[in-house]
């Protein structure tokens, strides 16, 4: 007869991650308030990462650049090499799979790993984190924290409780007390405008939620947000990340600091972010048969479109085909574009079976040599191969771009319901 085991979740969350991989490429950035993101005077730039040494300062990721000078003017501000990251993100997650054959990466930063049954080979889960914990920090130089419970919800929200470097374990049946020790800031999956709904309803405390009746929280927030709080602190315990894998998407995008009403180059630029997506797609060993690409306009109105083919995409010039055509029906000339973003959706592993083309028009040799490619790079990080048509981005950075922040790149269940 089998043993039954008792679900053991880790939440593995790499510290203050592009600009960790920062400190550890330029040794003479540690020690010092590291912001990635956009350099001091571009315009429209955001954080997409600040070291803890620059949080201190009060510098956060999605924060404006401008904002972030006049709090740390002495910091170091560099844009990112997300190449470099999503190989890192890469190495770890890989890291990951030799403790458990379940790893379910949430971000490029991120992910859950099922060790239940786990304990005769590794272990108790403390020494399991220990462990994971000591493997990243020998092959990557990087730090982790993790967070231990029986729910995945818990886990996650005690990644963040001892950060950095942290572990924190919430035992079984104690997931309700810890939620109710937490602020209601502190509610994952709760986003601004629903934490501005809950005080303007008079909640101050996560106790407040627990001691309202779930009735009431839906008559207050509506089914889905009013259901989301009252399980959310007693700890989500239904709560499974990884089921709904179709809802996975990999994203990149760009906000530019001047508007691009030059045809040649937003398509340049869809270029670069399906190079982006793509190369993220071949570090998770995974294929999509959606893509969408999302545009602001210069008076800030935003449209996306998405096309979803009965052939999985391929490889970087079949994304950005796709993209192209996407963009032909979308796009209205009269405007100017401040932002591009490039999409694939219904994310699925390349292991699971797929319909191929009935003709090869030559995407299947440019797949193998995109993959030669990328395998080349992991192997080499200095070895930098690129398409002609953006060596000039890569140096300029087109128009002092600000990409998406750390955790968006890869985003699922970031946002509470109705957010």
């Known amino acids: 007869m089998d043993r039954q085991y008792e679900k053991v979740y880790l939440h593995v969350d790499l510290d203050a991650f592009f600009a960790s991989v920062e400190q550890l490429d330029h040794p003479e950035y540690r020690g010092k308030p590291v912001i990635v993101g956009g350099l001091p005077g571009d315009r429209r730039s955001v954080v997409s990462t600040a070291s803890y040494e620059a949080r ?81 920090k020998e092959e990557t130089g990087l730090t982790v924290s993790i967070g231990i419970a029986n729910t995945m919800y818990i886990a996650k929200i005690a990644s963040g409780y001892r950060k950095p470097d942290g572990i924190t374990i919430i035992p079984k049946g104690k997931e309700t007390e810890f939620m109710l020790s937490l602020p209601l800031e502190k509610v994952w999956g709760a986003g601004t405008k629903t934490l501005e709904r809950m005080k303007s309803c008079g909640f101050t405390s996560t106790k407040d939620i627990y001691k309202t009746s779930l009735q009431l929280l839906i008559t207050l927030f509506g089914d889905s947000t009013g259901a989301f709080l009252y399980n959310a602190v007693r700890g989500n315990k239904d709560l499974i990340f990884g089921e709904e894998a179709k809802s996975h998407s990999i994203s990149s995008e760009t906000t530019f600091a001047y508007d691009l009403t030059d045809l040649y180059i937003i398509e340049t630029a869809i270029m670069d972010l399906a190079n982006q997506v793509v190369w993220r797609m071949h570090s998770e060993n995974v294929r999509s048969r959606t893509a969408s690409i999302k545009i602001r306009y210069d008076d800030f109105k935003t449209v996306s479109i998405q096309e979803t083919s009965d052939i999985a995409i391929t490889n970087a ?19 100017g574009i401040r932002l591009l973003g490039v999409c694939v959706s219904n994310i699925e592993k390349n292991s699971e079976p797929t319909q191929g083309s009935l003709f090869d028009f030559g995407d299947a040799k440019k797949a193998k040599v995109e993959r030669a490619i990328f395998n080349m790079e992991n192997k080499n990080p200095a070895l930098k191969l690129r398409k002609a048509r953006l060596i000039d981005v890569e140096r300029k950075k087109l128009g002092n771009a600000s990409t998406s922040t750390e955790g968006e790149q890869n985003s699922r269940f970031h946002r509470g319901p109705n957010d």
Do not use: W
């Not at 401008?66 to 470099?84: D, E, H, M, Q, S």
């Open 56 to 136: 201190k300062y009060g510098v956060h990721s999605a924060m404006p650049t401008f904002k972030a000078v006049k709090l740390c003017p002495n910091g170091i501000y560099t844009r990112g090499n997300y190449k470099r990251y999503c190989e890192i993100s890469s190495q770890i997650m890989k890291i990951f799979g030799d403790f458990s054959p379940t790893v379910i990466q949430m971000s490029i930063d991120e992910a859950f790993i099922d060790i239940t049954g786990t304990e005769h080979i590794f272990g108790t889960s403390l020494e399991t984190a220990k462990k994971i914990k000591a493997r990243v």
């Open 317 to 335: 010039d079949d994304l950005y085909e796709r993209c192209k055509r996407l963009l032909e029906k979308k796009y209205d000339k009269n405007k």
